[in-house]
């Protein structure tokens, strides 16, 4: 794969950003893309491995070795082609995913591994330049009716499947735009929402229906799914985690996406009401991932006075801890794009009360440095290291803290049985609940997780509704060892 000599001739090349100062300015990609001959390099970094990793690492079972392969020989149509032959979106994840290819990367074992997920970037925006991502309708429609319900990840790649098996499909959104997460909880620099704009316009000329504004189980009685052959719930899992820690109720405590939804409703000439804003204030934010670093992008962005960071569990290390060994995904620290903007980053430190004024303003955060005591065969314990307690100024303290699972209305309503964390029950590789034609797929059945699980997912479950329905499939499936079957 590649060439036989280039992970040896060739280091690893990343994409470049624009200057911290000018990026901060605006909410568009800022990205400085390589060029084709070095993203031509990069692809011949792929070694001849043998047992290749990579897309065992990747819940997608993406055939990473081969488009690669046919980057370094210039064959960027059968990359796309390829590539499209196990990703639905690889636009979304070649801009979002954490890469967990990468790391189970061969070559990372001694070396960088392969820009895997900047490649695959790299070859869709290519087919859309040249015109090769064409709408591919089916040629007769079976006709049975399907409802997906939610329009993120999951939901548009079940969709997709299913439309493509000759299904007609209908796709449920509560918001006013298609999208999910994608639409509102990712901020635009990170995601330019004319990416997704120019997919959703494949898929409708493909021939999928979508509804916005329709929240079911609120203003669409679930009586109606009764009128659909199947339906795939994949709204996510949006319930947000809080804190049981006094003064939570304070004026200026905010939840992350709130926040970042009105930031992007707002560039989008939505009306927002009392937007809450991070110019000259103290912000805070507590919690140490993915949704905290979008929360410091955008404060930088709004000007705030100061972008403090707090996460309650210990800085992982600078490079793969022996407790992660390769090819597993490594407890390993990461510092984003918004990080290097501007904040200052806190671990092990727990928050102990909401300060207030007389009017219920929050004005200071008071805070505890904590510590982990592990027990053999115990849960891990938090310990509160006296004489640690500090006043933090704060104006706006912003939770991202993660989401516990996702919201009960519409499984309270047609009897879907949960599990202990409450995801609606359905087995991994089947996707049916206890109601024969409803199935479910992404964080909604498994909890929160990764935009390649939702996409995995969500063509896992097309197959499986299309067996259902027609008693075979010719929808491909990803077997256990990471290969893609035709089954």
Sequence with gaps: MGKVTGFKEFERQDENYTPVKDRVQHYKEFTVPLSEAE????????????????????????????????????????????????????????????????????LG??????????????????????????????????GKTIAVVGSGPAGLAAAQQLNRAGHTVTVFERDDEVGGLLRYGIP????????????IAILKAEG?????????????DVKNLKDFDAVVLCGGATQRRSLPTPGIEADGVVQA???LTQQTKVLFGKEVKDQVMATDKHVIVIGGGDTGSDCIGTSNRHGAKSVVNFEIMPKPPGHRSPTTPWPFWPLQLKTSSSHEEGVER???????????????????????????????????????????????????????????????????????????????KAEYGKYQTNIPNVFTAGDMRRGQSLIVWAISEGREAARQVDLY????????SKDMSGDLVAL
């Design 208 to 220: 999928i229906n979508f509804e916005t504004n329709v929240n079911v189980g609120v203003n669409y």
């Design 109 to 142: 074992i001694i070396e960088d591994p392969v820009s895997i997920e900047n490649i695959e970037k790299n070859i869709v925006e290519r087919a859309f330049q040249e015109g090769w991502i064409k709408p591919q309708p089916p040629k007769t429609r079976t």
């Design 346 to 424: 806190n671990w092990l430190i727990n928050t102990k009360e909401f300060v207030t004024d007389e009017h219920g303003k929050l004005t200071a955060l008071k805070t505890v440095n904590v510590e982990w005591k592990m027990v053999p065969g115990e849960r891990p314990q938090l310990i509160e290291i006296p004489g640690t307690e500090k006043t933090w100024p704060c104006d706006l303290a912003l939770l991202a803290l993660g989401f516990t699972g996702p919201e009960a209305t519409i499984a309270e309503q047609l009897g879907i049985e949960t599990d202990a964390r409450s995801n609606y």
């Design 257 to 259: 996406m709130d926040f």
């Design 469 to 476: 329905l027609m008693g075979k499939s010719d929808l491909p």
């Design 39 to 106: 993203i031509t390099k990069q692809g011949s970094r792929c070694m001849d491995c043998g047992i290749p990793f990579c897309h065992s690492g990747c819940p997608l079972g993406n055939l990473i070795p081969d488009f690669n392969h046919m980057v370094h020989q210039g064959e960027w149509q059968k990359a796309s082609w390829l590539l499209h032959s196990t990703n639905n979106f690889p636009e979304f994840t070649g801009r979002l995913c954490p890469a967990p290819c990468e790391k189970s990367c061969v």
């Design 188 to 199: 635009n620099f990170k995601l330019e929402k004319e990416i997704i704009d120019r997919r």
